[in-house]
Nanobody, 120 residues
Framework: QVQLAESGGGLVQAGGSLTLSCAAS????????MGWYRQAPGKERELVAG???????SYADSVKGRFTISRDSAKKTVYLQMNILKPEDTAVYYC??????????????WGQGTLVTVSS
């Protein structure tokens, strides 16, 4: 089955940077969209950054100008470059991929989550 392995989370000082990685394994025929979400305790999971299969990007207003989503197709990996981190960015970050495996369409898989903690 397709799995997403996340890495890159950690503890950073406000103003610092982190890069999150999400590597896919398994059979993926087509990717419809990729995204990074985050969830803080007691809050709803929110979409932080999205990337369509065609290369279009979108960002939550709270991270525009600071975060960048990208992918490396050869490595089957999606990244989230986070700059000028703020304490309010503290959350568990999850990657998500909507895809087809060649047999089924409309499939979706989530990463296990990686914790980002930004101290003031």
């Amino acid at each position: 089955q397709v799995q997403l392995a996340e890495s890159g989370g950690g503890l950073v000082q406000a103003g610092g940077s982190l890069t999150l990685s999400c590597a896919a394994s398994g059979t993926i025929s087509s990717i419809y969209a990729m995204g990074w979400y985050r969830q803080a305790p007691g809050k709803e999971r929110e979409l932080v950054a999205g990337l369509t299969g065609g290369g279009s990007t979108s960002y939550a207003d709270s991270v525009k100008g600071r975060f960048t989503i990208s992918r490396d197709s050869a490595k089957k990996t999606v990244y989230l470059q986070m700059n000028i981190l703020k304490p309010e960015d503290t959350a568990v970050y999850y990657c998500n991929v909507e895809y087809s495996n060649g047999y089924y369409a409309g499939l979706e898989v989530w990463g296990q989550g990686t914790l980002v903690t930004v101290s003031s």
